[in-house]
T-cell receptor, first 112, second 113 residues
Framework: DQQVKQNSPSLSVQEGRISILNCDYT??????FLWYKKYPAEGPTFLIS?????DKNEDGRFTVFLNKSAKHLSLHIVPSQPGDSAVYFC???????????FGQGTRLTINP | DAGVIQSPRHEVTEMGQEVTLRCKPI?????LFWYRQTMMRGLELLIY????????DSGMPEDRFSAKMPNASFSTLKIQPSEPRDSAVYFC???????????FGQGTRLTVV
């Protein structure tokens, strides 16, 4: 039972354009969401997060949007750069818990 | 700080052998997590500890898997006996805040032949 789903295994975007990565979740008890970035042969690194009381959080080129009614969140990267090529994982936390539930990941490729 | 340190980075073993993966969390972090990454299921939480005490081991796939945290600076994940389907990348992560992000090690790539 996959509670956090990233339905696109891969995404290819031209350098300078916007990258949009999507994530859906099924459990309405999740109240905190995070995005991680992973390069080959390295562990995932934290990128950005959002609380369920917000619908948007921005950090430089990265913005996360949360639509609670649709149980959907997205990560926008603009402008996309070659160094953004990586696997991106969406993760969710239950209230009061520390247990991160991850999606399957989306491989983003930025083409020059 | 050197970050979360995992060893070995790569492990190749024969089916039926015992495998032990090791993790040193970031100093001062009170939570430690073991994850497994596979193509099909992405990152799965196997077990996590808070203040060296196992809190949730519901993700441990079978009795062949066991994890210990004898002190705040060391944890092990053991598979005995190992099987080919255990082949995956195993990550250890640690965190210090309830709502904070977890910091991951570089992972151990396990291959069971």
């Amino acid at each position: 039972d996959q509670q956090v789903k990233q339905n696109s295994p891969s995404l290819s975007v031209q350098e300078g354009r916007i990258s949009i990565l999507n994530c859906d979740y099924t459990n309405s008890m999740f109240d905190y969401f995070l995005w991680y970035k992973k390069y080959p042969a390295e562990g995932p690194t934290f990128l950005i997060s959002i609380s369920s009381i917000k619908d948007k959080n921005e950090d430089g080129r990265f913005t996360v949007f949360l639509n609670k009614s649709a149980k959907h969140l997205s990560l926008h990267i603009v402008p996309s750069q070659p160094g953004d090529s990586a696997v991106y994982f969406c993760a969710a936390l239950f209230q009061g818990a520390q247990k991160l539930v991850f999606g399957q990941g989306t491989r983003l490729t930025i083409n020059p | 700080d050197a970050g979360v340190i995992q060893s070995p980075r790569h492990e190749v073993t024969e089916m039926g052998q015992e495998v032990t993966l090791r993790c040193k969390p970031i100093s001062g972090h009170n939570s430690l997590f073991w994850y497994r990454q596979t193509m099909m299921r992405g990152l799965e939480l196997l077990i996590y500890f808070n203040n060296n005490v196992p809190i949730d081991d519901s993700g441990m796939p079978e009795d062949r898997f066991s994890a210990k945290m004898p002190n705040a600076s060391f944890s092990t994940l053991k598979i005995q006996p190992s099987e080919p389907r255990d082949s995956a990348v195993y990550f250890c992560a640690s965190s210090s805040r309830r709502r904070g992000e977890a910091f991951f090690g570089q992972g151990t790539r396990l291959t069971v032949v």
